[in-house]
């Protein structure tokens, strides 16, 4: 598959401020759809968090929302 096919849908639900500010920043950086708009800003985000597109072949087992510490330290028994 093409970087430019999309081959998986996501659908949201948006509040009328939600969408308005999607909306906004649409028309403020001109970009070509509400889609291309909520991607890039998908994109931005987890590049703010640093996140990076997983290696090909990654298996889900490998994302959580722990890090290693903190999975070690919430499954270790609590000492009285």
């Known amino acids: ?3 430019l096919e999309r ?3 996501l659908q949201i639900m948006l509040s009328a401020e939600e969408l308005r500010a999607v909306e906004n920043w649409r028309f403020d950086k001109r970009m070509p ?3 291309a708009a909520v991607r890039e800003l ?3 985000g987890l590049l703010a968090e640093g ?3 997983a290696a090909e072949g990654a298996r889900s087992g490998s994302f959580g929302v722990l890090d ?3 999975r070690a ?4 028994p609590e000492k009285e």
């Open 42 to 44: 998908l994109r931005r």
């Open 33 to 35: 759809s509400r889609a």
């Open 1 to 3: 598959m093409s970087e």
């Open 68 to 70: 290693d510490e903190e």
């Open 73 to 76: 330290t919430a499954s270790a």
């Open 51 to 53: 996140f990076t597109v």
């Open 7 to 9: 081959g998986e849908r």
